[in-house]
């Protein structure tokens, strides 16, 4: 599914235009990467929860010429789902 395929079962379930559902989408969007960048973490009860991990510095190598690197810590976005999403998918 599609941001705008996204935005438009939004419109078509809550009532919204597709204008204001596609403002509604971007805000929630945004406000869930605000929260992550300022090392927050953002729970829906039930659904999930998203939050910043961090990833250690490793050991890689370069598919062309097989050279060992190493690759930097990073900090990554993760999603953990909820008990009823996980139920609703199964």
């Not at 078509?12 to 971007?26: C, E, P």
């Not at 991990?53 to 050991?59: D, L, M, N």
Request: proline share 2%; glycine share 10%.
């Amino acid at each position: 599914m599609t941001k705008s395929e996204f935005v438009d079962r939004v419109a078509s379930q809550s009532g919204l235009s597709k204008k204001d559902a596609g403002s509604a989408v971007d805000a929630v969007i945004s406000s869930i990467e605000d929260a992550l960048q300022s090392g927050e973490e953002v729970s829906f009860t039930g659904f999930g929860k998203f939050h910043v991990a961090s990833r250690g510095a490793r050991e890689g190598r370069n598919p062309r010429t097989g050279e060992s690197m190493t690759i930097a810590a990073s900090k990554v976005p993760r999603f953990t789902a909820g008990s009823v999403l996980k139920k609703a998918v199964r």
